[in-house]
Structures are given as C-alpha cells and as structure tokens.
C-alpha cells in the first residue's frame, strides 16, 4: 500500500478498541445514480461505469452530504485530524472513500441517508478500512480497523435517528469495480431507466434492492422531521400520494429548487420509505 495509506490506517489503528470484524460483514458506499456529475449531462452511474472506480468527493466535486473538500474545508479538517495528517499536501485519488458498515445486513444498505443505492465491497477491502462512530463530521472519539472493532455495538446502543445510526467507513486507496466491488445494488425504481441502461457495462455485479416507497401522508404526519416546506414540495414531487427514488432525482435533475430541500425530501423518502422503518417514530430534526 502507498506510504499515506500505511500512515493513515496505523494512525486510526492506535486509537482503536475491541474485537477482530466479523469478515463476512461489508462496507457499503451509498450514491444517487441519477444526479448530474459536473459534466454537462453525465449521470452519476454512468461516470461510475466508465470510470470503473468509486471516486471520493476530493475527485469528483459531488456529495450527497456536505460539500467541503477543498483545502481548508470541514471535510479537509476533519480528514486531517481523523488520520493524523497522512493525506495534507497529496494527491486527493488516495485519500479515502465513505461508506458504512453493514452490520444490521440491510438490503438497502447500511447509510442509505447518502443515496437510495450503493457498492458492496468485498471482504478483502476490509483490511484497508477505518471506522468511527458517530459520523465524522461529529467529532468521533471512538474509532476501529478490521483488527480492533468495537463500534458496532456502540451503534446499536445509541439513541439517534435511523439515519444516523451507521458506524461510517473510511476506505483508502483505490475502489477498482473489477476487484474491489461485489455488487452494484440499485433501487427498483430505476428499472427501464437510463440507469439501468447503464449498468449494462458495468465491469462487476449489478443486484436490485427491495426498494424505498414512501407514502406523503406518513412523510406529513412527521412535519417536525424535516419542516413544513418540504412536506410540501415532497407533496408535490410525488405521484398517487407516494415517492420513489426516481422521483427525487428528477427533481434534483430539474434544479427549480433549493438542493438543501431536495436532499431532506430525500431523507424523508429514505426514513419512512422501508417497511422496517415506518412504525418507528423519527428522533427529531436532524
């Protein structure tokens, strides 16, 4: 492995605790495959297929999160204090991917708050893995490698909203589709679509979810969640009363609205959109 590498995953590694990673668990890296990359008509999954690797947002200047990796941005800051400065001053393509880990085995992965679908990695990518707990942009103190994991059972632990509830993954180096990726799993959503297209040329796997449905009636009851306004601009973006996907990306693709919006229509779609999910009341606006 490169010496930043090395240097990062050493670093996270003393100040790791707890057992040996289950190595049948996967790190899964969530995305929208129809949003806009930021060249003129590209769709997020077709640049994955024709790059055949899984880029960082150092990269490709898109994020389904915040947006602030540039020099002196959180996400910069953060990096830098999480893995002691190995990645200052070199080249952003080995600085890490996120992802989080799927302990729960979810079919619709493990932090779909970042995109209706994902990668999953294979088992040997582990070992250039890091973990924390909570999300770094929340200032983790507890961390883990695949040699020292004990993350998993502070997750389970934590009174936060479902969203939140994922231990985040930090792959370094490259994310090659051909060796380093089990599987694109897409919501059903996208069938027929351009996305599905797509993946025809995918150089790996290509598996479909059970999908997210999200009823706007559920999505209004929970108004406090996300606000008034995107009650009302899901209510709008829906058809027959529900949500899928799809429907969300056409309008982020359309760009008459607030992002910020569209994202927490998003979330909302995400929360309330699974069967497992929609008897559990939300943890409040997050």
């Known amino acids: 492995m490169p010496d930043r590498v090395t240097t990062a995953l050493a670093h996270v590694a003393a100040r790791s605790h707890g057992s040996v990673l289950d190595p049948t668990l996967r790190v899964t890296c969530s995305f929208h495959p129809d949003r806009l990359t930021t060249r003129a008509d590209e769709w997020v999954i077709e640049s994955l297929v024709h790059s055949g690797a ?4 150092f990269v490709t200047a898109t994020s389904n999160g915040g947006l602030t990796a540039y020099p002196g941005g959180d996400r910069f800051r953060w990096e830098s204090a ?3 400065e190995a990645y200052d001053g ?5 600085r890490p991917k996120y992802g989080a880990l799927n ?3 979810r079919s619709f992965g493990a932090s779909p708050r970042f995109g209706s679908s994902y990668i999953r990695l294979a088992s040997h990518t582990l070992r250039r893995t890091t973990f924390c707990f909570p999300d770094s942009s929340a200032s983790p103190t507890a961390f883990g490698t695949a040699d020292r994991c004990g993350l998993t059972d502070l997750a389970d ?5 479902l969203l939140d509830d994922y231990v985040e993954a930090h792959v370094h180096g490259h994310i090659d589709l051909r060796t380093d990726v089990e599987a694109i799993v897409l919501d059903p959503s996208f069938r027929g679509t351009r996305v599905e297209r797509a993946v025809a040329d995918a150089p790996c796997a290509v598996e479909w979810h059970e999908g997210f449905v999200a009823d706007v009636r559920q999505i209004g009851a929970h108004s406090h969640y996300r606000g008034a306004e995107v ?3 899901a209510e709008a973006a829906a058809v027959d009363g529900r949500l899928v996907p799809r429907m969300i990306g056409d309008l982020a693709r359309a760009g008459r609205h607030d992002p910020q919006q569209v994202k927490q229509v998003w979330n909302c779609t995400a929360r309330f959109g699974v069967a497992e999910w929609r008897q559990t009341p939300p943890a409040g606006n997050n």
């Open 103 to 105: 302990h729960r085995h």
């Open 54 to 57: 899984y880029l960082s947002q």
């Open 82 to 84: 999480i893995f002691g």
């Open 231 to 233: 009650v009302r601009l």
């Open 157 to 161: 632990a934590a009174e936060c909203d």
């Open 90 to 94: 070199g080249t952003v393509d080995l």
